[in-house]
DNA sequence: TATAATCCTATTTATCTGATAGGAATATAC
DNA sequence: GTATATTCCTATCAGATAAATAGGATTATA
């Protein structure tokens, strides 16, 4: 029932890249810094992110990484959902159909399918805009 | 973020006790072969659940195990807490004292904080006693 | 062409999960 | 009091995953 270090990182990379950028490319190196966080490590972990489209990066020098959207247009939810893969509390709930034998007389389904809907109605409201200390004025256009 | 196979076990126990138990013992062997667990893997969680007082064991012939309490004085949330550990979602609130260095500056405390509630609130609303086909009329007692 | 950056692949270490095995201790029934 | 049925205890094992590190290929800018 844990979040991944992955997850939390994910997050306070997104949070840092709302307060500092302003439309420009932002090097991964002044992030690391900045969160205390192992650049090698978070590398794997903002490639993610690129590759499900919430980040661009860009090679070379003034290369970085930037959002795609406005921090108010992620949810904490986008990014875990990423770094866990899904919010499912159960392997039988990961795909969309059920193919546990035992789901017709499981006596216990509904606990998680609710439980999933909670976990995910909640991280889904808190927008990364939110967790900043900004304002929410973007002065940067994307 | 999942429920360990053996949470997930476990309430399956208790759920099999609450139905099958009339105040008697009932022996785990009964128990795995209705749930189609092995039993050698469910002594050891079953073995958690008696350290924690939710349920006796009794050795020899006649032995087994039973509930020390009604059904309806369970929650899921009593079962999980033994099995998961806690329901904290990240290291830092594991222990009463947050002792992690970035605390005061942290953007996402809040955010795990709440969660940590949400789910101890979810769990603990849903006792053993709704999840069985019984009627809620215990004819034996405890 | 030098430099600064992302991108890609592989490796390591530690921890946890799920599961199995063997046998010691003990309560009941005959 | 002996056989039997059961919990209880300790150890072990394989596999998966998490967290982190390392080295170098690629590419955009100045």
Redesign the interface.
Known sequence: ???STRG?YA??VM?DLAEHAQGEYIPLADIARRQ?ISEKYLEAIVSMLVKAGLLVGLRGKKGGYRLTKTPDQYS?GDILKIT?GN?????CLEDEINSCD?ASEC??LK??E??QK??ND??SS?TIES??GNDGCYDYVI
């Not at 919010?87 to 392997?91: C, D, H, N, R, S």
């Open positions: 029932m844990k979040i939390r997050i306070r949070i205390e904490v866990e919010f499912a509390p159960v392997a035992r006596k216990t606990v998680w609710d439980f909670l976990v909640y991280f808190i967790l900043t």
